[in-house]
T-cell receptor, first 116, second 113 residues
Framework: DVKVTQSSRYLVKRTGEKVFLECVQD?????MFWYRQDPGLGLRLIYF???????EKGDIPEGYSVSREKKERFSLILESASTNQTSMYLC???????????????FGPGTRLTVL | KQEVTQIPAALSVPEGENLVLNCSFT??????LQWFRQDPGKGLTSLLL?????REQTSGRLNASLDKSSGRSTLYIAASQPGDSATYLC????????????FGTGTRLQVFP
């Protein structure tokens, strides 16, 4: 079974703090994704990585950065957390170009981040 | 720009009912469409994936249809059960050359006994 794990289920931080969210997958997937999910807005892509040290901005990258030093690990960094970054953060992974037509993205359980 | 919409945002039905969830997309040039389920406070799990050349896919009590020309997909759930209570999201993949998905806002379903 594919497993995508996220470092924390719940996180509470203060405005201005530097926040690290970590995601690890065990399926040797090339692609890894970070999304945020907000009521009424659905899932929005923050950043995407298709290989080690490679990254691509998604739809809402402002205020975030990412790091992919190892294939299995993808980190999301909030350089200076703000209250409008309070959200559910979801990590996902997949094979590049979906090697099998029926392949999909596999999601972690999410991290609910609250910034006070 | 592709936009994906799901209506209604929330649905509450008694156990045993057959129900239909709707997903609309603005650009009919898609590679495939998926339906996901999300339980409260959890990640997403893929339910059904329909390739652009297909009309429908079935898995157990679930049936998903795709009408590319009209930009619509429906998820049919037969004989609903309380365990079906969750949020259902659809997502489209625009082409083979992109690995990204564009998600709808979801329909929150509650099935009561």
């Amino acid at each position: 079974d594919v497993k995508v794990t996220q470092s924390s289920r719940y996180l509470v931080k203060r405005t201005g703090e530097k926040v690290f969210l970590e995601c690890v997958q065990d399926m040797d997937h090339e692609n890894m994704f970070w999304y945020r999910q907000d009521p009424g807005l659905g899932l929005r892509l923050i950043y995407f990585s298709y290989d080690v040290k490679m990254k691509e901005k998604g739809d809402i990258p402002e205020g975030y950065s990412v790091s992919r030093e190892k294939k299995e690990r993808f980190s999301l960094i909030l350089e200076s957390a703000s209250t409008n970054q309070t959200s559910m953060y979801l990590c996902a992974s997949s094979f590049r170009k979906y090697r099998v037509r029926t392949d999909t993205q596999y999601f972690g359980p999410g991290t609910r981040l609250t910034v006070l | 720009k592709q936009e994906v919409t799901q209506i209604p945002a929330a649905l509450s039905v008694p156990e045993g009912e057959n129900l239909v969830l709707n997903c609309s997309f603005t650009d009919s040039a898609i590679y495939n469409l998926q339906w996901f389920r999300q339980d409260p406070g959890k990640g997403l799990t893929s339910l059904l994936l329909i390739q652009s050349s297909q009309r429908e896919q079935t898995s157990g009590r679930l049936n998903a249809s795709l009408d590319k020309s009209s930009g619509r997909s429906t998820l049919y759930i037969a004989a609903s059960q309380p365990g079906d209570s969750a949020t259902y999201l659809c997502a489209v993949r625009r082409s083979y050359n992109t690995d990204k998905l564009i998600f709808g806002t979801g329909t929150r379903l509650q099935v009561f006994p």
